[in-house]
């Protein structure tokens, strides 16, 4: 990407685009165009057509997604599918329709298997069935990338994927029962401190392993790969390295200060047991991660407790 290219990153109120944007500015990258949800609703086609003919993007981050936790997720199987899809495949097609150069699009460690061998390689895609509860998700998200693909192969473009592990950092979504297991627990601890609770009770039974990926590290790789890679395949993007749901609740109890008793509901579901990234590819593109889990979650914390609107979707 030149300096001066023009560069459309959709979903810049996001965690993940808010993320793009900052690292883009940091590297200064200056010709960067967004609309929020309400300017541009990327479930209409002809407003989407409308605004690539208009600005015509050289450069496109698809970071604008339908997310949610396994909640949610579960809960709207339809509408997951039916917004993703839409919206993915209405900026996908603009994009190459209005002569866009590069397009990178956001998906989700979510797309694999629901048992693939771990640690899971980008090839293991589509070689086993899917987690049930977000299936309508990750059906939609592998739409997309293989929309990217099939373009690639029929008129030649240059369009790539990237599939991150558990995001974390600035712009989260903290909902009380809507959110991811980190930001979650970052909220859960903060109010279990500010009640003074004797105890807090958390699900299953913490034996589950996860990882865990600071999105500012995510936003340096995807500006990495617009530079850097070309290809059909997704690159996974984490940090390679796991720790038990039980750690990752002493760490997050440990950075917010509740020094409260942690106890573990074991009739609830734990879930996957294990879910690691193989991230030997973007290694070997020269790519790896730079901040460690404690550090990113005191980031996130301070993020939290600075920025009370998104605290409160
Ligand atoms: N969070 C994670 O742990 C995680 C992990 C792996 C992959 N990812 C991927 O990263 C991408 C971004 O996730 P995120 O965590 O940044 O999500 P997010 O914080 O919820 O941001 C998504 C953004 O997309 C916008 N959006 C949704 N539907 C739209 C529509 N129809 N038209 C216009 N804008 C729309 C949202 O706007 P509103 O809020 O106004 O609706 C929001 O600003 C997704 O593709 C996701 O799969 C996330």
Redesign the pocket.
Known sequence: MEKNAKIYV????????SAIVRELKRQGYADIITR???E????RQAEVEAFFAEEKPEYVFL?????GGIVANSEALADFMY?NMM?EMNVIHAAWQHGCKKLEF????CIYPRLAPQPMKESCLLTSELEKTNEAYALA?ISGLKYCEFLNKQYGTDYISV??????GP???YHPTHS?VLPALIRRFHEAKESRAASVTCWGDGSPLREFLYVDDLANLCVFLMNNYSGNETVNAGTGKELSIRELTELVAKVVGYEGEILWDTSRPNGTPRKLLDVSKAAQLGWTYRTELEDGIRLAYEDFLHNPVRAER
């Open positions: 959709a979903g810049h109120r996001g965690m993940v685009g929020t949800h309400r541009l609703d990327l479930c970071a604008a997604a339908k997310v917004e919206l956001l998906g989700s460690s998200k599939m991150p592990t558990n995001l974390y712009n989260d979504n991811h």
